[in-house]
């Protein structure tokens, strides 16, 4: 079972949401549920898990929950659940990036092997996303001139090559490559442009 394991529910259904809550427990997720999409969008505080979003529902919409969950940057995945399903909305729900569409009444089993299933790959995702993240962050402490230093370290050209394309000496070029390899946290050039090459899109 994936370590993030909170199950989000937003059903207006309170009947559904509460017999829905009790299998999800029942299998050992933590649950926490709303009646409206904006109750949701108040309490959420990007806590990681999983969405199980009705789409028909009285004030804001499911599919326009969705929308906004996508334009906050949220990293939480949707599975989609409908009582009155049409090929319209199922579209719009996987263009938002849903993980599923289905429809009600829904077999307990294959819900609760969606929902593992979601949260051991979001998990996966978080974690590609949070070693990233520290990457970034470490190259966002380089000082300009350690930039170009790295910058040319990692196309492979040796100290002497790198004092001549900045006009500095080797000397200074040492002195910025060793905190370069110091605040990326390395200690060879091939786990420096293991790290660059993540981050590569970002740069």
Not at 79 to 93: C, R
Not at 103 to 131: H, S, W, Y
Not at 175 to 186: A, E, F, N, Q, Y
Request: glycine share 6%.
């Amino acid at each position: 079972m994936a370590a993030h394991n909170t199950v989000f529910i937003v059903d207006d259904d309170r009947d559904f949401r509460d017999s829905l809550a009790w299998l999800i427990e029942g299998a050992g997720y933590q649950v926490v549920s709303f009646e409206s999409a904006e109750s949701f969008l108040f309490g959420y505080q990007s806590e990681p898990g999983c969405l199980i979003l009705d789409v028909r529902m009285s004030g804001m919409s499911g599919l326009q929950l969705q929308q906004e969950i996508v334009q906050r940057g949220y990293r939480l995945p949707v599975i989609m659940i409908t009582g009155h399903g049409d090929v319209s909305m199922a579209v719009q729900a996987m263009k938002n990036n849903a993980v599923d569409f289905i429809e009600k009444p829904f077999e307990d089993v294959a819900m609760l092997a969606l929902i593992d299933k979601t949260l051991a790959a979001n998990e996966k995702q978080l974690l590609r996303q949070g070693k990233h993240d520290s990457i970034l962050s470490c190259w966002a402490q380089l000082s300009r001139r350690e930039n170009d230093v790295a910058r040319l370290v990692i196309k492979g050209l040796a100290n002497r090559e790198v004092a001549e394309k900045l006009d500095i000496s080797i000397k200074t070029v040492e002195i910025h490559r060793s905190r370069v390899m110091s605040k990326m946290k390395v200690k060879r050039l091939a786990e420096l442009m293991d790290k660059v090459a993540v981050i590569k899109a970002s740069l």
